[in-house]
């Protein structure tokens, strides 16, 4: 299976989220395509073929979606490249500081556009520790079953 991983990070919590992911997958024998969507080609790589799609988000002011990443699914719209909801799912960081009304705002307005069938996986900060570590490898497990990939045993 191919997985593109495709995440926006403003401080680098994001991207470790993403990156624990991607070896996960990879872990798994998974083929993976980690990409920030703010690179120049992330649109023409998001329109490749790939079997799901892990989207990555920190939350901006008051729970919306960063402006790199709504140009982002905004050019996988245009391209025709959106996957069916039960290939995307989404996690995203946040801090609880700013209101648990907005905490990962974002993720959850992805997951809520894309439709996507999977729980959003909410890290608060940098992921540390062996509760972050779990929760990303059951969440990854997770989306990969249920997408027809078996998590190992």
């Known amino acids: ?7 926006a990070s403003l401080s680098g919590n994001t991207r470790e ?5 991607a070896a996960r997958c990879s872990a798994h024998g998974h083929r993976v395509t980690l990409l920030e969507v703010d690179d120049a080609q992330a649109a023409a790589i998001a329109a490749q073929p ?6 990555g988000c920190w939350t901006d002011n008051a729970g919306r979606t960063p402006a790199e990443m709504k140009q982002f699914v905004g050019a996988l719209r245009d391209a025709a490249a959106l996957p ?3 290939r995307v799912a989404v996690f995203g960081t946040g801090e609880t ?11 959850h307005r992805l997951a809520r556009f894309f439709g996507s069938v999977h729980p959003v996986l909410e890290i ?3 992921p540390h520790g062996q509760a972050d570590a779990l929760a ?14 078996p998590a190992p045993c």
């Open 1 to 7: 299976m191919h997985a593109l991983i495709a995440y």
């Open 17 to 21: 989220v993403a990156r624990s992911v």
């Open 50 to 55: 790939h079997d799901c799609l892990l989207l």
């Open 84 to 86: 069916d909801p039960d």
């Open 97 to 107: 500081q700013w209101g648990l009304e907005y905490y990962c705002g974002a993720a």
């Open 124 to 126: 608060e900060h940098m």
């Open 136 to 149: 990303i490898h059951h969440w990854t497990d997770t989306v990969l079953a249920a997408t027809g990939v």
